[in-house]
């Protein structure tokens, strides 16, 4: 072979595998592959046959703002989705409700909302415990949430997160100050599947009398480094108030009982069918049941989608 020829081919090899990595499938064929600017990636899908059984996307019109993405799933609210990624982190960032509760100045309660969002009916969602922590806001406050089953002990569940925030005068509170005067924060436990709030209140143990310049308390789960505590959230806070927050996700075909690695190899048809299904891709069991799949090393890509996982660019 010439030089001149070889130095062709060189090159048309390149341009290949650099063709092939970025034009890697992420939804699948004839599927849409975006909406309102958030790509959706293949097992999440909008429209018939388009998403893995749990992982159906709806992408509505929501007027002025345009097309929004949002978790199909979600029965009784819509969950917006920020954005979906699929390997080596399998992660939705979506944007969940604050729970709230508000009081008359002699203590009654006028309303409350726990926060809960029926977005995870055959849990295919876990609210991640590295990259998210729960904030109470509030004056004489103690809220918290719940999670894991307590297995027959004394306690109904394994896990009870929350924190107490207090404050006697409007003036006590400071912007950028969460330590538990007006405003609390803590870590939140692993394995939440939901957004739900415990509020206690009473006016014996936890009383709001008179407190008008802190007249309801909030409490949220929210992306770590997303908020910041500001003294007038505590009276001006919209009811209606969201916040971003990381969602871990898995394939959990048999819901509160899903299959290994091992288990979906054995029975490729069984719930949606094995899912790591490109050339070069490998299954990882997940920390809290089910498992995910990426693509072996040198290489990058959607391995749930066939021929997903391309070499990775600059490989040798």
């Known amino acids: 072979m010439s030089t001149p020829s070889f130095l062709l081919s060189v090159l048309l090899l390149a341009a290949t595998a650099t063709a092939a990595t970025a034009g890697s499938p992420t939804a699948l064929p004839g599927c849409q592959g975006s909406c309102g600017g958030v790509d959706i990636p293949y097992p999440f899908g909008i429209g018939t046959s388009c998403f893995r059984k749990d992982f159906e996307i709806s992408c509505i019109n929501n007027g002025s703002a345009g097309d929004v993405p949002v978790l199909?799933?979600?029965?009784?609210?819509?969950?917006?989705?920020?954005?979906?990624?699929?390997?080596?982190?399998?992660?939705?960032?979506?944007?969940?409700?604050?729970?709230?509760?508000?009081?008359?100045?002699?203590?009654?309660?006028?309303?409350?909302?726990?926060?809960?969002?029926?977005?995870?009916?055959?849990?295919?969602?876990?609210?991640?415990?590295?990259?998210?922590?729960?904030?109470?806001?509030?004056?004489?406050?103690?809220?918290?949430?719940?999670?894991?089953?307590?297995?027959?002990?004394?306690?109904?569940?394994?896990?009870?997160?929350?924190?107490?925030?207090?404050?006697?005068?409007?003036?006590?509170?400071?912007?950028?100050?969460?330590?538990?005067?007006?405003?609390?924060?803590?870590?939140?436990?692993?394995?939440?599947?939901?957004?739900?709030?415990?509020?206690?209140?009473?006016?014996?143990?936890?009383?709001?009398?008179?407190?008008?310049?802190?007249?309801?308390?909030?409490?949220?789960?929210?992306?770590?480094?997303?908020?910041?505590?500001?003294?007038?959230?505590?009276?001006?806070?919209?009811?209606?108030?969201?916040?971003?927050?990381?969602?871990d996700w898995a394939i959990r075909d048999n819901g509160s009982v899903p299959m290994s690695c091992e288990q979906a190899a054995r029975s490729p048809t069984g719930g949606g069918g094995y899912a790591c299904v490109s050339d070069h891709s490998e299954c990882v069991n997940s920390a809290n049941g089910g498992y995910v799949c990426n693509c072996t090393k040198g290489y990058e890509g959607n391995p749930y989608v066939r021929g997903g996982c391309t070499i990775t660019a600059g490989a040798p």
């Open 72 to 247: 199909a799933t979600a029965d009784n609210r819509a969950v917006q989705v920020l954005n979906l990624s699929v390997a080596p982190w399998p992660e939705a960032r979506v944007l969940l409700p604050v729970a709230w509760q508000c009081f008359s100045p002699n203590g009654t309660s006028t309303g409350s909302f726990s926060g809960e969002v029926d977005f995870n009916p055959r849990s295919v969602y876990r609210i991640s415990d590295t990259q998210n922590e729960l904030f109470v806001l509030g004056c004489n406050t103690f809220i918290y949430n719940k999670a894991g089953n307590g297995e027959g002990g004394r306690y109904r569940y394994a896990y009870y997160t929350g924190c107490v925030a207090y404050s006697n005068d409007s003036g006590d509170p400071r912007d950028g100050a969460c330590a538990g005067i007006g405003c609390c924060h803590v870590d939140i436990p692993p394995g939440l599947t939901d957004n739900s709030m415990s509020m206690r209140y009473d006016n014996d143990s936890w009383p709001h009398v008179n407190q008008e310049y802190c007249p309801c308390d909030y409490a949220f789960i929210v992306e770590k480094g997303s908020y910041t505590f500001r003294a007038s959230d505590l009276t001006s806070m919209p009811r209606d108030q969201t916040m971003p927050l990381v969602l």
